[in-house]
């Protein structure tokens, strides 16, 4: 690499992860340097790091580079080739080693990025070590990586079949009812993955699913839409091809397939907060038949639905609120021992899958419970989304302390404040009056002021909702 490098890390090393611009953000340069510090970071000279790459047109050469950076510190590279992040996040708690994957999730094809986790699958975020790799980077851009005296070593294994069993072995989806799956990959890596857990290419026994493919070829200029379930715009086709079908349910993968959006027979998507519940009632249960007696604890974000937190108390567990981010969530998840976690993003958090996020793993909860009963997804669906809910509105605002502020004035006597992630409001109502809340979270990045709100009625939500746009936007 060279030994001059102009390029600021700063801008585009997140709290969570890296995500930048191929090119003018991420090059080679870069990456092996960020795979120098990492080594360095988590003392990994010696032992096995993990690497794992999507099917961007940039990141087998990403991977090469970065390798080449963690060999150089010492570490031995285990190349897992093209794979899903969830793929990383097996290979690097089943052989408890450092991983890095290289992959900028649902964003469009100019980008690349890298998730890091420690050994076992554990979080870096920006505070707990990802800020120590950007500056160590940023002095190798400037010196040069320094070569230990005996650089590490360089395998490659395939880690999908072992992957695919592993989660097979976690939910059993071999006597449920025969069910149509229309699944949209987005030209992700759902497309390989959905193949290996749902079907057959692993080697695995066949399922009673009938999986109807879309958009399953590895094409990282996302030809079709981009893999971003989030955006209403880009599952437009899945809705249309249920129907058109006549399937059962729907699922949505993001680019690097740890995400998975979920819409109904009718084409209607379900929340993720609807599928959290299912999931979170389905864990308990599962957990509290072999553990009778202890707490057992499930992680919630502080903005997914009201019926999160009350399916969590109802199945006798306790429900634990937290900040939104990946990472954070993680650290919780650790901390408590919980047994699953959900947010509002359709990221899902298993202990049994070393507290990491598997948008795999929550779809196929979801097919074994809709597959245990004769009703349609769309009842199940309106069991567990009984509150009426605004989605994320995002509004640019020139300063977000005096819009803030302006929020707490209007809504004081009325309401009670809680700081946890943002300002969160809740109503103070009596039991005649449907229930009301409301978040607003600044971005990390951008001078935005994101609202989430939601309450016992269409009417009352519309209210505050454009209440507090009016406020927002004053």
């Known amino acids: 690499m060279s030994k001059i490098n102009p390029i600021d890390l700063t801008p585009f090393i997140k709290a969570y992860d890296?995500?930048?611009?191929?090119?003018?953000?991420?090059?080679?340069?870069?990456?092996?340097?960020l795979g120098a510090a990492f080594v360095?970071?988590?003392?990994?000279?010696?032992?096995?790091?993990?690497?794992?790459?999507?099917?961007?047109?940039s990141s087998p050469g990403f991977a090469a580079a970065f390798s080449a950076g963690a060999r150089a510190r010492g570490g031995n590279v285990v190349l897992i080739g093209l794979c899903s992040t969830d793929e990383t996040y097996f290979a690097s708690g089943s052989l408890d080693a450092p991983a890095a994957m290289f992959t900028a999730s649902?964003?469009?094809?100019?980008?690349?990025?890298?998730?890091?986790?420690?050994?076992?699958?554990?979080?870096?975020?920006?505070?707990?070590?990802?800020?120590?790799?950007?500056?160590?980077?940023?002095?190798?851009?400037?010196?040069?990586?320094?070569?230990?005296?005996?650089?590490?070593?360089?395998?490659?294994?395939?880690?999908?079949?072992?992957?695919?069993?592993?989660?097979?072995e976690l939910v059993d989806l071999s006597e449920i009812r025969p069910i149509r799956v229309v699944v949209d990959a987005g030209n992700g890596m759902g497309g390989m993955t959905v193949p290996a857990v749902l079907s057959t290419a692993a080697g695995l026994s066949e399922l009673p699913l009938e999986i109807i493919p879309m958009y399953f070829e590895l094409d990282g200029t996302f030809p079709n839409h981009e893999a971003n379930p989030l955006e209403p715009a880009n599952i437009v086709d899945l809705q249309k091809a249920v129907?058109?079908?006549?399937?059962?349910?729907?699922?949505?993968?993001?680019?690097?397939?740890?995400?998975?959006?979920?819409?109904?027979?009718?084409?209607?998507?379900?929340?993720?907060?609807?599928?959290?519940?299912?999931?979170?009632?389905?864990?308990?249960?599962?957990v509290r038949a072999l553990q009778p007696e202890g707490d057992i604890h499930v992680i919630h974000n502080?903005?997914?639905?009201?019926?999160?937190?009350?399916t969590i108390e109802a199945a006798g567990a306790i429900a634990v609120r937290t900040n939104v981010g990946h990472?954070?969530?993680?650290?919780?998840?650790?901390?408590?021992?919980?047994?699953?976690?959900?947010?509002?993003?359709?990221?899902?958090?298993?202990?049994?899958?070393?507290?990491?996020?598997n948008g795999m793993l929550a779809a196929m909860h979801l097919l074994a419970e809709f597959g245990s009963q004769q009703e349609p997804l769309s009842v199940l669906a309106d069991r567990y989304s009984p509150y009426a809910s605004?989605?994320?509105?995002?509004?640019?605002?020139?300063?977000?302390?005096?819009?803030?502020?302006?929020?707490?004035?209007?809504?004081?006597?009325?309401?009670?404040?809680?700081?946890?992630?943002?300002?969160?409001?809740?109503?103070?109502?009596?039991?005649?009056?449907?229930?009301?809340?409301?978040?607003?979270?600044?971005?990390?990045?951008?001078?935005?002021?994101?609202?989430?709100?939601?309450?016992?009625?269409?009417?009352?939500?519309?209210?505050?909702?454009?209440?507090?746009?009016?406020?927002i936007r004053a």
Request: charged share 25%; glycine share 10%; hydrophobic share 40%.
């Open 327 to 357: 990472s954070l969530i993680k650290d919780q998840m650790a901390a408590t021992g919980a047994i699953f976690g959900g947010e509002h993003s359709a990221h899902y958090y298993f202990r049994d899958f070393w507290g990491a996020d």
């Open 40 to 57: 360095d970071e988590v003392d990994a000279a010696g032992h096995d790091v993990i690497v794992g790459h999507d099917m961007r047109d």
């Open 243 to 286: 129907v058109e079908h006549g399937a059962d349910v729907g699922l949505a993968f993001d680019g690097d397939a740890d995400r998975c959006f979920v819409i109904d027979e009718r084409g209607n998507p379900m929340s993720p907060s609807a599928v959290a519940a299912v999931v979170a009632l389905r864990e308990i249960q599962r």
């Open 302 to 310: 502080l903005i997914t639905s009201r019926i999160v937190a009350e």
């Open 106 to 168: 649902h964003n469009p094809a100019t980008y690349n990025g890298i998730k890091f986790s420690r050994a076992g699958a554990q979080g870096i975020s920006f505070n707990t070590g990802l800020r120590a790799i950007r500056d160590r980077a940023q002095s190798y851009l400037t010196t040069g990586v320094d070569a230990v005296a005996h650089p590490g070593s360089h395998r490659e294994i395939d880690v999908l079949a072992d992957y695919a069993g592993y989660l097979r």
């Open 18 to 33: 890296v995500r930048g611009l191929v090119g003018s953000q991420l090059t080679d340069d870069v990456v092996e340097a």
């Open 390 to 471: 605004s989605g994320e509105i995002n509004s640019v605002v020139a300063d977000v302390a005096a819009a803030t502020a302006r929020i707490r004035e209007a809504f004081a006597g009325e309401a009670e404040f809680d700081e946890l992630d943002g300002l969160t409001v809740t109503g103070k109502t009596t039991t005649d009056e449907p229930f009301w809340w409301f978040n607003v979270r600044p971005s990390n990045t951008e001078p935005l002021l994101r609202l989430n709100a939601e309450a016992g009625s269409v009417a009352t939500l519309e209210a505050v909702r454009d209440r507090v746009l009016a406020l």
